[in-house]
């Protein structure tokens, strides 16, 4: 199964830009590339994903390097609701992935 | 509102003892999903469910049952065989089946071991 490898944790002062780096260097060339946050307590939230191509949308941008081999996680301007654990994970297209586990993430604390 | 619903928020069990942890969803969503999560963990799948009366083993399955006979609802129990239950438990849904749907989760629930 392709893994992701992300830095325990990461600061970050508020209202400054965050890039959170992602290596998945075994990933398969149809695996798309999710990220998603988990607030303490509570169940995880989808933030982005992609496949090729930079994504943006209201939360974050997502830029993948031209190679696949790794991603980082872009939140514009840092604050303090955005602290939590950033998990990037790997799935692939086809129907029935059993081996889903999302990994032990990033803690991003932010600074006020 | 739409959304994910798990309860209970705290649930305790006593040694061989079978308890349900309930999720229910009014996403309209095919697929539904649980999660398991030790402290300081990730999540890992147990078990899920691509439409209603079928569902599939995750990753580490052994120990815990789930049903799918309505398409809102997807309980979990988990058995006396689970040796090591206290964890975090998460239900999620998504749109269609597949996993790399995004999927909505819910609130979890804490579940303790007397």
């Known amino acids: 199964d392709a893994k992701t490898t992300q830095p325990n944790s990461m600061e970050s002062n508020e209202e400054e830009p965050v890039h959170l780096p992602c290596n998945h260097s075994?990933?398969?060339?149809?695996?798309?590339i999710h990220w998603y946050r988990q607030l303490p307590s509570q169940g995880p939230e989808y933030v982005i994903h992609?496949?090729?191509s930079n994504v943006n949308n209201r939360m974050a941008s997502l830029a993948i390097a031209e190679d696949r081999k790794s991603s980082t996680l872009i939140l514009h301007r840092a604050t303090l609701r955005d602290a939590a654990v950033y998990y990037c994970i790997l799935i692939g297209p086809n129907f029935g992935n059993e081996k889903l586990t999302f990994g032990t993430g990033t803690r991003l604390t932010i600074i006020p | 509102d739409g959304g994910i619903t798990q309860s209970p928020k705290y649930l305790f069990r006593k040694e061989g003892q079978n308890v349900t942890l309930s999720c229910e969803q009014n996403?309209?969503?095919?697929?539904m999903y649980w999660y398991r999560q030790d402290p300081g963990q990730g999540l890992r799948l147990i078990y899920y469910?691509?439409?209603?009366?079928?569902?599939q083993k995750g990753d580490i399955a052994e120990g815990y049952s789930v049903s799918r006979e309505k398409k809102e609802s997807f309980p979990l129990t988990v058995t006396s065989a689970q040796k090591n239950p206290t964890a975090f438990y998460l239900c999620?849904?998504?749109?269609?089946?597949?996993?790399?749907?995004?999927?909505?989760f819910g609130p979890g629930t804490r579940l303790l071991v007397l």
């Open positions: 999620a849904s998504s749109i269609l089946p597949g996993l790399k749907e995004t999927q909505y």
């Open positions: 075994t990933i398969s060339g149809t695996d798309y």
């Open positions: 992609g496949l090729t």
């Open positions: 469910s691509q439409i209603v009366n079928d569902f």
């Open positions: 996403l309209n969503h095919d697929a």
